[in-house]
């Protein structure tokens, strides 16, 4: 590090949300690449991982209800939130509250504030698919690019088949249909998106087209070379490198 290095923030936390049928457990590996600069809160989402039922369903306003009442108990004085997929339009949702004490949104792939442009075929595929572990493989293979470790690839896998039907089903059939975009105009703190050229879920075009314009000026879109969905657990390096830089501007 050079001595004109900006020194890191003090007291500054990255709140990592995940994607649809994963967990916190895929913020690992960047979390120990942003330590000891930044630390890092990784909650799993409710239905997912380890996390019950959110008390007020899965739409998207309870889950950031849910994240809310998280943040208060952790009382934060600087935050960043980060969103990847699911976790960003959550993320967005947050955002467009001003919250006391968040100073910045970091979007990894993030699920666009207007319904996600999936077919309907996909979708009653991806609801045929709840529970089923080869169905989870071909998942995780569809919506990965670069090569992963095999025990990467478990957990990927284990997070699918452990996430409960209630909060599968309420994402597919509700959540990623949801169009908060007319909140988006509250949103007054620094924001970036970051995307894989390789993702198969959702291409960079998709959040020129539908994030990007929503965002404050000047919003930059970073694209992750030879990359999938799945950028905490692919690219984990460039993740962590983004988001400290992301941080120390702050």
Not at 213 to 226: A, Y
């Amino acid at each position: 590090m050079s001595s004109t290095a900006k020194p890191a923030p003090a007291s500054l936390t990255f709140v990592c949300l995940h994607y649809w049928a994963g967990s916190g457990r895929e913020w690992e590996a960047v979390s120990k690449l942003l330590a000891p600069d930044f630390a890092v809160l990784a909650p799993d989402l409710g239905g997912f991982g380890e996390a019950p039922a959110p008390a007020g369903g899965y739409t998207v306003d309870a889950y950031t209800d849910q994240l809310a009442a998280y943040l208060a108990n952790k009382k934060l004085a600087r935050y960043v939130v980060v969103g990847h997929s699911m976790g960003g339009k959550i993320a967005l949702a947050l955002a467009a509250r001003q919250p006391a004490g968040l100073v910045g949104v970091a979007l990894l792939s993030p699920s666009p504030p207007t319904p996600e442009p999936m077919t309907e075929d996909n979708r009653q595929s991806s609801l045929r698919a709840y529970g089923n572990p080869v169905k989870a493989q071909e998942t995780m293979q569809h919506i990965t690019a670069r090569p992963l470790a095999k025990t990467i690839q478990q957990q990927i896998t284990q997070d699918n088949l452990r996430s409960t039907k209630a909060a599968w089903d309420a994402w597919l059939l509700h959540g990623s249909r949801e169009n908060i975009t007319s909140r988006l105009c509250h949103i007054q703190v620094p924001c970036t998106v970051l995307a894989g050229d390789q993702d198969a879920v959702m291409s960079p075009s998709v959040h020129g087209l539908e994030t990007l314009p929503l965002l404050p000026e000047g919003t930059p879109l970073e694209i992750i070379g030879g990359a999938g969905h799945l950028l905490p657990y692919e690219a984990p390096e460039e993740v962590a490198a983004l988001l400290h830089s992301f941080g120390r501007q702050l």
